[in-house]
């Protein structure tokens, strides 16, 4: 990792924590979860927000398998999308390290901070447990 690179602070910082295993969430005083880059929350609109640890666990709500991808995700097809639930927030990835056909609602999976196959960059993924 070079300290010369001028980062999109926010996000990027974020996915250095997640792949650290220290992946964190924004909770404001109202108890509403939500992940960075924030600055308010995007329920009350509180601007007291703390980082707080992510849950190390999440169930995917929702998914969606993708046979024919943009460009961008060619060499990674086919893969499948998912919303998790980790409680506090909703996180939307990459199911990775599993055949698509077994991704199924209700699956537990971890963050997993992986590489897109296809373009080189860091996207988020979920890793069955
Ligand atoms: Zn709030």
Redesign the pocket.
């Known amino acids: 990792m070079s300290e010369n690179t001028v980062r999109d602070a926010g996000f990027d910082e974020w996915l250095d924590a997640a792949s650290e295993g220290e992946a964190y969430y924004l909770e404001?005083p109202?108890g509403?979860g939500s992940l960075p880059p924030r600055r308010v929350?995007p329920?009350?609109g509180?601007t007291d927000l703390e980082e707080v640890g992510l849950p190390e666990r999440g169930e995917i709500e929702t998914f969606t398998v993708t046979h024919i991808p943009t460009p961008a995700f060619e060499e990674d097809a086919p893969y499948a999308t998912a919303i998790a639930n980790f409680g506090p927030v909703r996180i939307t990835g990459q199911v990775v390290g599993v055949d698509v056909d077994a991704v199924e609602n209700g699956l537990e999976v971890e963050l997993e901070v992986t590489v897109s196959e296809t373009t080189g960059e860091r996207v988020l993924g979920f890793s069955p447990v």
């Open positions: 404001c109202e509403h929350c329920d009350c509180s």
